[in-house]
């Protein structure tokens, strides 16, 4: 059975740091990209970013260009999101997300919020 | 950047009637492979979405055979033959066809 599991939200203030990891399991990690995807509340999707298999080629919205990084490691069936200078636009429920042109299996999410 | 659009955004339905939500894009979809990338997502009150239809068309496992897919190029459809109760929540389109990826912006399903 596939599944993800996020940990690493929380509250933070604007122009701090967080780390998010989704520990991937019950399929071939590295064989597939992986994929955030944000949920600000009360709206819709937002497609975030996607690494490929070997963290050779990576993928980010304008919206996090420059200020989030995403990374992976096969060695561990993790795949991460550091974000770096939070805003309080980057409000959001982050889904980690199986795929890359689809995105067949979703977590249940983890929980940002950037507030002072 | 492509542009999905939904309509209705707003789907008011009778228990057992028909449901019908259309994706525009503003570009085709058509990938150099071959493929058309457009999947569609259900969203229950609560939970993480859930794919439903990738490809087009093809129909994820355990997905009722009341969802299906259709549509080519830059125009898509999703139907839902018979709606029953568990059918209500947010249904999006997404395109995997082109960088940066983007959903629609949602249609919201009640029971009428």
């Known amino acids: 059975e596939v599944q993800l599991l996020e940990s690493g939200g929380g509250s933070v203030q604007p122009g701090g740091s967080l780390r998010l990891s989704c520990a991937a399991s019950g399929f071939m990690f590295s064989a597939f990209a992986m994929t955030w995807v944000r949920q600000a509340p009360g709206k819709g999707l937002e497609w975030v970013s996607t690494?490929?298999?070997?963290?050779?080629?990576?993928y980010y919205a304008d919206s996090v260009k420059g200020r989030f990084t995403i990374s992976r490691d096969n060695s561990k069936n993790t795949v991460y999101l550091q974000m770096n200078s939070l805003r309080a636009e980057d409000t959001a429920v982050y889904y980690c997300?199986?795929?890359?042109?689809?995105?067949?299996?979703w977590g249940q999410g983890t929980l940002v919020t950037v507030s002072s | 950047d492509v542009v999905m659009t939904q309509s209705p955004l707003s789907l008011p339905v009778t228990l057992g009637q028909p449901a019908s939500i259309s994706c525009r894009c503003s570009?085709?979809?058509?990938?150099?492979?071959?493929?058309?990338?457009l999947n569609w997502f259900q969203q229950r009150p609560g939970q993480s979405p859930r794919r439903l239809i990738y490809?087009?068309?093809n129909r994820d496992s355990g997905v009722p055979d009341r969802f299906s897919g259709s549509g080519s190029g830059t125009d898509f459809t999703l139907k839902i033959s018979r709606v029953e109760a568990e059918d209500v929540g947010v249904y999006y389109c997404m395109q995997g066809t082109h960088w940066p990826r983007t959903f629609g912006q949602g249609t919201k399903l009640e029971i009428k």
């Open positions: 490809k087009v068309s």
């Open positions: 690494v490929t298999t070997g963290n050779d080629n990576t």
């Open positions: 570009q085709s979809l058509v990938y150099s492979d071959g493929n058309t990338y």
């Open positions: 997300a199986k795929g890359m042109t689809t995105f067949d299996y």
